[in-house]
């Protein structure tokens, strides 16, 4: 990208930006052994429309699985409640209050700039947007071109790069959405865990993108709009990488997204208590990709060719806790439907939106329909019960599984397990060891995570905080603490 282009692109002093658009970020921070806390609350706190929002929602993220980045951490496995979640974070000094959406598998950290034009000023979701301005933090300051951490982004240094230069950045998303700016370094407070279900303040120096200019999905015309996307992916420069390569945390983080209540978990660290059955992750797969090998309904298996199940591009199965419902394969939606349906003969099935399949149900759903279960690799299992793949709208039952070949061509083949399968468990990401496992787990409880530093072991928490939304009491428990232990090796 030539200077021209970067000043085209991006509407900021001239100075602030160097010569080519990188596409990922190296997270530095500082930080404390003790654990730490981000409030993170869901994006959607009520169903709003039809049910082609939820679809919508679900399209969006599979295309950025096309693209190479991964989804949004969050959710919820009731499809009537929209579920991704967001982080309240603070940066700065004074600090100021952020709201960014937590995302399990992109690299890039980045806040919406005070030069943006296009980004948005108000959100429906009834918080407060802030632009950052590094002129009214007394400890930001810019990240040069000529830097380390430019170097390292670029693989090596920058052409015509000049010391009072910026580092920029450029990621380009699946649906066509974009965000451009440059990268500063700025203190983010947070809350530190000082024991059993005790914090106290703590922050750590982070390295992040000022997006001075965003388009599409991401731009004023978002209506449900956040001030930026926190980076928690597989790959190395991704915000539990980097933290992990700078000797402050294992490369292990756990979240369960409670299905019944709201909120949950989630926690960097290993957890000790549940103990979890773990599968290994597919090697050289930029996504959670899991070796399934069977699909069960009831006491009935599916039958269905092995080479389905086989890992590849745009084919296998994804864990992906930013999809809401989960998307299966013709050949095992299909049979899988089939089958549940007919346990009741009697059912008279609707389509709703085009397509969910609904039906009027008075009886109780998980006496009157089969469990579902997927087997992997290691003899790990996942079992989803009927009230967690049905759930009520408009006085009828509608059936959460969908079919991955009614999205697209692309995507026809792809497992996508979402949230409709993965709340009320515990899931554990070990990428010290390529693993991935998961537990059935009261996620209003608390969990333990051991300080790899001292050996000791703190219990953490589920919280739910209170949203700025004028909604009634039970809805504004519809919420998520964002638990990250930040621990020595």
């Avoid at 052994?33 to 929002?53: D, E, H, I, M, T």
């Avoid at 080479?307 to 745009?314: K, N, P, S, T, W």
Wanted: charged share 20%; net charge negative; proline share 4%.
């Amino acid at each position: 990208m030539t200077s021209s282009m970067v000043s085209s692109l991006i509407s900021a002093p001239p100075t602030r930006f160097a010569l080519i658009s990188l596409l990922t970020l190296v997270f530095a921070i500082s930080v404390s052994s003790n654990p730490g806390v981000f409030n993170v609350k869901y994006r959607y706190p009520r169903l709003q429309g039809s049910l082609s929002a939820l679809k919508e929602h679900d399209d969006r993220r599979q295309l950025t699985i096309l693209a190479g980045i991964d989804l949004p951490l969050g959710g919820t496995g009731r499809p009537d409640i929209l579920g991704l979640y967001y982080a309240r974070i603070e940066i700065g000094t004074p600090a100021k209050s952020y709201y960014v959406q937590v995302d399990t598998g992109s690299d890039l950290m980045w806040v919406n700039c005070i030069q943006c034009k296009q980004c948005p000023r108000r959100s429906t979701l009834g918080i407060e947007l802030t632009l950052y301005n590094i002129e009214e933090s007394k400890s930001g300051k810019l990240v040069s071109c000529d830097e380390d951490f430019c170097y390292q982004i670029s693989h090596g240094p920058l052409s015509g790069c000049k010391a009072n230069m910026s580092c920029p950045y450029l990621e380009i998303y699946g649906d066509g959405s974009s965000t451009a700016g440059y990268f500063v370094q700025d203190v983010v407070q947070y809350d530190s865990v000082a024991g059993d279900l005790k914090t106290k303040t703590a922050n750590g120096s982070v390295i992040f993108g000022c997006g001075a200019r965003q388009s599409g999905d991401l731009d004023g015309s978002n209506e449900e709009a956040l001030d930026g996307i926190l980076g928690f992916g597989k790959a190395n420069s991704s915000m539990i990488s980097q933290l992990a390569s700078s000797g402050r945390v294992k490369k292990i983080f756990a979240h369960c997204l409670d299905g019944r209540n709201g909120g949950g978990i989630f926690a960097i660290g290993r957890v000790v208590q549940p103990k979890v059955n773990m599968t290994p992750l597919v090697p050289n797969q930029p996504h959670y990709n899991v070796n399934m090998t069977a699909v069960q309904v009831g006491q009935e298996f599916l039958d269905i060719p092995a080479d389905l199940f086989e890992a590849g591009d745009r084919k296998g199965a994804i864990i992906d806790s930013g999809t809401t419902l989960a998307y299966l394969p013709e050949i095992i939606y299909e049979p899988l439907v089939k089958k549940i349906t007919s346990q009741e003969p009697a059912l008279k099935v609707h389509i709703v939106d085009k397509d969910y399949k609904c039906f009027q149900y008075s009886g109780r759903v998980d006496e009157g329909f089969p469990n579902v279960t997927f087997h992997f690799e290691n003899s790990v299992f996942l079992r989803v019960y009927p009230h967690d793949y049905l759930f009520p709208y408009e006085g009828m039952w509608c059936i959460g599984w969908q079919n991955s070949g009614m999205q697209s061509r692309d995507r026809r083949n792809m497992t996508l397990l979402g949230d409709l399968v993965l709340s009320n468990k515990l899931v554990l990401y070990d990428l010290e060891n390529q693993l991935i496992g998961w537990t059935e787990y009261n996620c209003s409880s608390s969990i333990k995570v051991k300080d790899e530093g001292t050996g000791t072991v703190h219990l953490v928490g589920s919280h739910y905080i209170s949203s700025t939304c004028p909604l009634d009491a039970s809805l504004l428990l519809l919420s998520l603490l964002f638990l990250v232990t930040l621990f020595f090796l």
